[in-house]
């Protein structure tokens, strides 16, 4: 594959997450082209472009030096270089670094090109069974539990098809949140290992998947995408309900007695209305 010396080019790249078998055609004449390859893990990527038979130089760029890398890269596209853009797996800017340089390449009008193929968000939604006209992509819930929490909270309503990626360390946890926050009866799909030897799919209720999860130690390895149902028509209607009901009597009492009536007069759970009322305290 030839490409044009004429300007430089940004060629954003998806590589496999799992399986090598998945790389593109278009994907390795387009590695094997370049003058330059950014790579968030080096490492990782040169053991892939050794696989393919690529020699190709690169350059590390990753959450921690994508400002100062940026810079350098656009000098060297504004010379007319061709650079690969790829991140340790799967479609890069999708919960991987990338988007600073993107964005300046096009407000420079450099030109930007796609070459798509692998994605853990897309492969676990056409696998999933649940509903994909709508969806909403997370990417990674947040580290620190109370943060994760209300972050959970606010989109416990959502009436869209729900995509979180997770880490073995905390998925665990998130599942245990979830099962809190939005219901242990609420549907879901755990993917793990997507496309690789050990690929595992769970279906079931948040309950469910949690228990399978906390019982099995192989459950808790890997990399996780998880697809839940977005909430009922009807939730919508209960939460603003709920948060009605939370705001009249947070102003005239202390948040705990606060939200132990509401869940009396409501019936919800109690854990569930005490951390709606504490996420409406954040929100003033």
Do not use: W
């Amino acid at each position: 594959m030839m490409l044009s010396n004429d300007t430089g080019c940004l060629y954003v790249v998806a590589t496999p997450i799992g399986n090598l078998g998945d790389i593109t055609r278009r994907a390795v004449e387009v590695l094997s082209a370049v003058d330059l390859v950014a790579a968030e893990d080096t490492r990782h990527t040169r053991r892939l472009l050794q696989y393919l038979s690529i020699d190709r130089p690169l350059l590390s760029l990753h959450e921690h030096n994508e400002r100062e890398r940026m810079h350098a890269l656009l000098e060297r596209l504004r010379a007319g270089e061709q650079v690969a853009l790829v991140s340790d797996a799967g479609t890069p800017l999708i919960s991987d670094p990338g988007y600073p340089l993107v964005r300046a390449c096009r407000a420079e009008g450099i030109r930007v090109v796609p070459v798509s193929g692998a994605s853990a968000l897309i492969a676990a939604l056409s696998v999933a069974g649940l509903p994909t006209d709508r969806f909403r992509f997370e990417g990674f819930l947040p580290r620190r539990a109370t943060a994760r929490r209300e972050r959970l909270q606010a989109l416990a309503t959502a009436p869209e098809t729900l995509v979180f990626y997770e880490s073995a360390h905390r998925i665990e946890e998130s599942l245990a949140d979830l099962c809190a926050v939005f219901g242990e009866a609420r549907e879901a799909v755990l993917a793990r290992e997507l496309s690789k030897r050990h690929e595992t799919l769970l279906d079931g209720t948040l309950g469910e998947l949690l228990a399978r999860v906390c019982a099995d130690p192989d459950q808790r390895r890997g990399e996780f995408v998880l697809v839940i149902a977005g909430a009922p028509a009807e939730a919508e209607g209960d939460e603003q309900a709920l948060r009605a009901l939370l705001a009249v009597l947070l102003e005239e009492l202390p948040l705990k007695q606060a939200s132990a009536i509401a869940a009396r007069l409501s019936g919800e759970k109690k854990n569930r209305v005490y951390r709606l009322a504490l996420a409406m305290r954040g929100e003033e």
